[in-house]
């Protein structure tokens, strides 16, 4: 049975051996989970107990954010695709194991009217051509879709047409946005955006809270499994009605309206602009005003508390994959929360991080436990909670 699904599974994605980005496609769900959990325990077992890894039932084309890369080919004309790994060449893609179907056929979409209304693809050594990427974004609950067309110049000729052509296509598009981006860089979006039709953002459900998404801000791409991590990560803080908690590196303010509800006060801190103004809508969304989002670095403001003498009780952390730094766990060590929830994606820099933490400070790890956010992929989430003092938790 496996073994017809694993013929199954490449069928479905014929270029994985190329692109790189899945390293699973041939291997049994459930033994992906077991080499996931081996190698969690392997880096931090030492530092206290890990729990069984969470999976999905059903862990196909799970990514509610699909991005794809336009290109001119030889024999093909315009393709659409992404990097091959390590490098800058595009591998054409017209389905992919991961991405949200939706999101992969209004790719392809656009693919065939950038042909008809004979619009180039971009040339990143010669800098020449116009469509260089297409982000969409689909919310899970709610069903809206973002359309972001990457351009090389602002202008896209026959704009209303194309608009009007894509939308007929596919009339569950929402809102449509040019961003430009002429910048000779690997980045994808750049700092100029349009709205060409809808409202320029989308809107989702997640852990009964509503939240607005715009392009540039940082929103879970597994909606499933994020609902996993937060519920144990809200559970991993403990809280009672009565804490001061602080979500470090908040993004659009997820976790921090989740854990809203059931604290006193909750303060969010994220250095992304977009991001933060996406956290103050959504707290006035979802009517929570014991909700505050600063603008910061995270360490400078963790800093900033402690020297201001601020009690916090929970701090929740979810930082980019390269970790947290020594000068925000000095931070944190010198704030003292009674608990700190770790979200990590990365279990290397988390590892490190833990031990920072656990050597320089009374803090252990209690417990962990992994939750796969990427299936069919190396990538784990984990969250973590280190306690002052240690206490019996299911």
Avoid at 27 to 43: C, D, G, M, S
Wanted: charged fraction near 25%; glycine fraction near 8%.
């Amino acid at each position: 049975m496996d073994k017809q699904a694993n013929r199954q599974k490449q069928d479905l994605c014929p270029v994985a051996k190329k692109c790189g980005g899945c390293r699973y496609t041939d291997t049994p769900y459930a033994e992906q989970l077991k080499i996931k959990q081996k190698r969690v325990e392997q880096l931090i077992k030492a530092f206290g107990k890990v729990k069984p890894i969470l999976g999905m039932d059903d862990p196909a084309h799970y990514r509610n954010k699909v991005h794809a890369v336009f290109d001119f080919q030889k024999g093909k004309g315009i393709v659409a695709g992404i990097y091959q790994e390590k490098s800058h060449k595009v591998v054409p893609v017209e389905g992919c194991l991961l991405e949200n179907q939706k999101a992969g056929e209004i790719i392809q979409s656009v693919r065939e009217l950038a042909k008809s209304f004979k619009i180039k693809a971009y040339d990143e050594d010669s800098g020449y051509g116009l469509l260089r990427h297409v982000l969409v974004r689909v919310g899970h609950a709610t069903g809206e879709i973002m359309v972001v067309l990457v351009l090389g110049s602002p202008i896209l000729p026959s704009k209303k047409n194309f608009v009007s052509e894509l939308c007929k296509l596919h009339p569950e598009i929402t809102t449509i946005l040019i961003n430009v981006n002429n910048k000779r860089t690997s980045m994808v979006l750049g700092e100029k955006e349009q709205v060409i039709y809808g409202k320029g953002y989308i809107e989702d459900e997640l852990c009964g809270k509503r939240f607005k998404i715009s392009a540039k801000s940082f929103y879970q791409v597994n909606s499933v499994q994020t609902e996993v991590l937060y519920t144990k990560a809200t559970q991993y803080a403990g809280l009672t009605g009565k804490e001061t908690v602080v979500d470090a590196y908040c993004g659009i303010g997820t976790i921090a309206l989740a854990a809203a509800g059931q604290a006193k006060k909750v303060i969010g801190v994220e250095l992304n602009k977009d991001a933060v103004r996406d956290a103050i809508a959504n707290a006035k969304i979802n009517r929570m005003k014991n909700v505050d989002f600063y603008q910061n670095d995270a360490g400078r403001f963790l800093t900033q508390m402690a020297e201001a003498g601020e009690r916090v009780d929970v701090v929740f952390m979810d930082p980019p994959r390269s970790g947290s730094t020594e000068a925000f766990l000095d931070a944190l060590i010198r704030i003292s929360p009674e608990r700190v929830v770790y979200i990590s994606c990365e279990p290397e820099t988390l590892a490190r991080d833990i031990k920072y933490l656990t050597a320089n400070s009374g803090y252990r790890m209690e417990e962990a436990v992994p939750v796969d956010m990427f299936p069919f992929t190396e990538g784990i989430e984990m969250v973590c909670l280190l306690s002052q003092k240690r206490s019996p938790r299911n």
